[in-house]
């Protein structure tokens, strides 16, 4: 059974970070597509980050440069380190997974993602 438990957010002000780690259990992350997704209030849910198997990595561009997403197979966690952190990258953080060996950018679509953690959030203030 897969499951994917994120932690890590918190409430930090503008300019800061945060690691978001996402533990994965009931399967290999490394034969997946692995990604992040965020849900701000009132909007709908995005893409952020994508890897796969050979760590490939995707982002939305709003996170470009400031945004790393990575991988630790020994450990089956996926990461999120989040720099120079907006206002308006408050939101509730989703870990998610697709069943395929790589990551493509049509994946950054939620629907195209199997299986979701139940999210943490993240707030930043101005």
């Known amino acids: 059974q897969v499951q994917l438990v994120e932690s890590g957010g918190g409430s930090v002000q503008a300019g800061g970070s945060l690691r978001l780690s996402c533990a994965a259990s009931g399967y290999t992350i490394s034969t997946y597509c692995m990604g992040w997704f965020r849900q701000a209030p009132g909007k709908e849910r995005e893409g952020v980050a994508l890897i796969d198997k050979s760590d490939i990595t995707m982002y939305a561009d709003s996170v470009k440069g400031r945004f790393t997403i990575s991988q630790d197979n020994a450990k089956n966690t996926l990461y999120l380190q989040m720099n120079s952190l907006k206002p308006e990258d408050t939101a509730m953080f989703y870990c998610?997974?697709?069943?395929?060996?790589?990551?493509?950018?049509?994946?950054?679509?939620?629907?195209?993602?199997?299986?979701w953690g139940k999210g943490t959030l993240v707030t930043i203030s101005s």
């Open positions: 998610a997974a697709r069943i395929t060996s790589r990551c493509y950018s049509t994946h950054l679509n939620p629907a195209a993602m199997e299986y």
